[in-house]
């Protein structure tokens, strides 16, 4: 099955800095590749996805890169806020194979 | 749009007692799925539903664990005799399709077993 490796597992910045977070994955047929954010006590909540024809998307203050070659993509951050602080979630999947698998998680701090 | 539902939000048992989980997807999503969440961890997907039918269930410990989806709608997750490590997180969650779009989450039912 997928393997999907995130770092770093916890990032602090101060606020009004980039944050980057990146993910890395094992299966070349993997095609979809969404981050979601959760907040504590609630369930993930999707803020950007990547498919694999695209290599880059930008909404706002929040940008993924992917790069299917080194199978890695990576979420930036830019200007961030406190209410940024959260646990985000890589994750990849593909249409043929009906599997979804989540990375590790990283717990971001924004600094006031 | 009313979101995914889930109940209980927290249950307490002890080990080898059986747990049952409900979900209530978005109205017209075909596709639903439950999670595992364990503490710092990811969330590990346990089995996935197209309307009535199972699409995967091949990360589902199926010694204990059972999931249905009766009419295509609701959904019950149970854990029969639970262990020390099924506490967690049980997530629901729903698409219109499948995996390859948007999944609206619940906010997890938080399982710790004694």
């Known amino acids: 099955g997928e393997n999907v490796e995130q770092h770093p597992s916890t990032l602090s910045v101060q606020e009004g800095d980039s944050a980057v977070i990146k993910c890395t994955y094992s299966?070349?047929?993997?095609?979809?590749f969404p981050w979601y954010k959760q907040e504590l006590g609630k369930g993930p909540q999707l803020i950007i996805d990547i498919r694999s024809n695209v290599g880059e998307k930008k909404d706002q203050r929040i940008a993924v890169t992917l790069n299917k070659t080194a199978k890695h993509f990576s979420l930036h951050i830019t200007e961030t806020q406190p209410e940024d602080s959260a646990v985000y979630f890589c994750?990849?999947?593909?249409?043929?194979?009906?599997?979804?698998?989540f990375g590790t998680g990283t717990s971001l701090t924004v600094i006031p | 749009e009313a979101g995914v539902a889930q109940s209980p939000r927290y249950k307490i048992i002890e080990k080898r007692q059986s747990v049952a989980f409900w979900c209530n997807p978005i109205?017209?999503?075909?596709?639903l799925y439950w999670y595992q969440q364990i503490l710092g961890q990811g969330p590990k997907l346990l089995i996935q539903?197209?309307?009535?039918?199972?699409?995967?269930d091949s990360q589902l410990p199926k010694d204990r664990f059972s999931a249905e989806r009766l009419k295509g709608v609701d959904s019950t997750l149970k854990i029969q005799p639970a262990k020390l490590e099924d506490s967690a997180v049980y997530l629901c969650?729903?698409?219109?399709?499948?995996?390859?779009?948007?999944?609206?989450f619940g906010p997890g039912t938080r399982l710790l077993v004694l």
């Open positions: 994750a990849a999947s593909s249409i043929t194979g009906n599997q979804f698998y």
């Open positions: 539903f197209q309307n009535n039918g199972v699409v995967d």
């Open positions: 109205s017209g999503h075909a596709t």
């Open positions: 299966d070349s047929a993997s095609n979809y």
């Open positions: 969650a729903s698409s219109f399709l499948g995996v390859w779009e948007t999944q609206y």
